[in-house]
């Protein structure tokens, strides 16, 4: 069996990974503040942890991924409260929203989804824990906060000086009860805003609301156990939100959290940080209406590696979108009638195992996709000119298309519309779009007869886990 190799960001070195029962990766990935879609950047992390998740499958292990849905903090009661909603009304469709995006993007469903205010019981329990073993504490205005000058390993992911970070911090005016400027709150007191829009909760320590960091640590030890195998996030998250999972976990269990920790490095329009703050608002939606394929969007993140910075723009796109237009010939090339009945040579047999080998070696060393994809596209060349010659064995064939299928099942990269007939699959997703509309509207009329449409057309639906899948029946 091949060793497989990730940078771990903790060690600040490429080390062999392997999962601590040697089966199943237990696995745990920040998920989106549903307050507004989510923006491209946040994708390119869930397409990262998405070829983690294939990557590990192809190696041979089961993973069991969780990521949480962030459904309370300030930004959503905001917006609630502006809008004269709750919580829960505001996040709804936006997590219907995410879904959507997640599958158009082709981004393989979680084990779990769960939402951080389904899992109030088990913060609390863990706050408890935290106050008994005196690392957290109430204050004056109510909140309860971590004490990170009582966790002498605070910093030791984000490798930041701890007197700095106790010293040097800005002191913001409403946080004097606080022991120490930089300790963060587990529970946040509850303000009339938190009552008026259902984000409030009974408590040992009065009426309040979790802190988001708290929400991790709660639901990722509840969800998979006390020692994660892997815990993966953008590289943005790892001070302070990583660097206080770990404090509040580490102190309350006395075990190491995440055994390995993994963060992909930003999306970057002409040179700056990708996020709405700045003004670049690129959603999928936006990739959608601008034509872009999902296949190609995919192509254009795997294309550099996760650990470095990547650039968006439209001649990439552009690249990325002739690049998979051949990975899609090729598919389409290798399953026609004509070339089964014609056969292979030795050539095309030997050139999908050379393929396989280097995607592999790639792939387990620390998710080098863009060297996976050189070793696609040679493979596609050679394949090409393999299936230029006289075959006839049928067999070299059935290797090449079970080869790229192997390859493909990772990075996913074959247009939607060499799997079936183009004309019918953009009619199928159009109506499959109005469906999701009217299911965010929850207008389950028009979605019940969106529904009857289609099956009048032969396409099977079937709704599970927040996702739509369809086929033709
Ligand atoms: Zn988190």
Known sequence: ?????????????????????????????????????????????????????????LR??????????????????????????????????????FHRDREFLRIQQAEAYPKATAFIPEMLALVGTLVERGVAYQADDGSVYFAIARFPSYGKLSRLDTREIRSGARVLQDEYTKENAQDFALWKAAKPEDEATGAAWDSP?????????LECSAMAMQLL??????????????????????????AATGKTFARVWSHGAFLLTDGSKMAKRVGNVFTVEGLREAGISAAAVRHFVYNTHYRKELNLSDQALEASTEAVRRVGEFARRLRDPATLERGGTAGLAHAADEALGLVRDALFDDL???????????????????????GGDRASVDRAIEVFERIDGVLDIVP?????????????EERLTSRREA??????????????ELAARGVVLEDGGGSTRWKLG
Not at 22 to 32: A, E, F, N, S
Request: glycine fraction near 6%; proline fraction near 4%; include cysteine.
């Open 439 to 452: 299911r965010i509207r929850r207008d389950f009329v028009e979605s019940d007869r969106i529904r009857d």
């Open 368 to 390: 080098n996709a863009p060297e996976a994809l050189a070793a696609l596209f040679d493979f596609i060349r050679k394949g090409n000119a393999e299936l230029d010659r006289k």
């Open 225 to 250: 156990g006390e020692t994660l195998d892997l815990h993966c996030g953008g590289i943005d998250l790892i001070f302070p939100h990583h660097e206080d999972e770990i404090a509040q976990s580490e």
């Open 60 to 97: 041979g292990w089961s993973v069991h991924q969780v990521m949480n849905l962030t459904d309370v903090d300030d930004k959503i009661i905001k917006r609630a409260q502006e809008q004269g909603r709750t919580i829960t009304e505001v996040t709804e469709p936006v997590i219907e929203i």
């Open 416 to 428: 939607l519309a060499v799997a079936a007939d183009a004309e019918l699959v953009r009619w199928i």
């Open 205 to 213: 320590w009065g009426r309040g609301r979790p802190g988001w960091h």
């Open 1 to 57: 069996m091949s060793d497989f190799r990730l940078y771990n960001t903790l060690t600040r070195q490429v080390e062999s990974f392997a999962p601590a029962d040697g089966r199943v990766v237990r696995m745990y990935t920040c998920g989106p503040t549903v307050y507004n879609p989510a923006h491209l950047g946040n994708f390119r992390t869930f397409l990262f942890e998405d070829l983690m998740r294939r990557a590990l499958a």
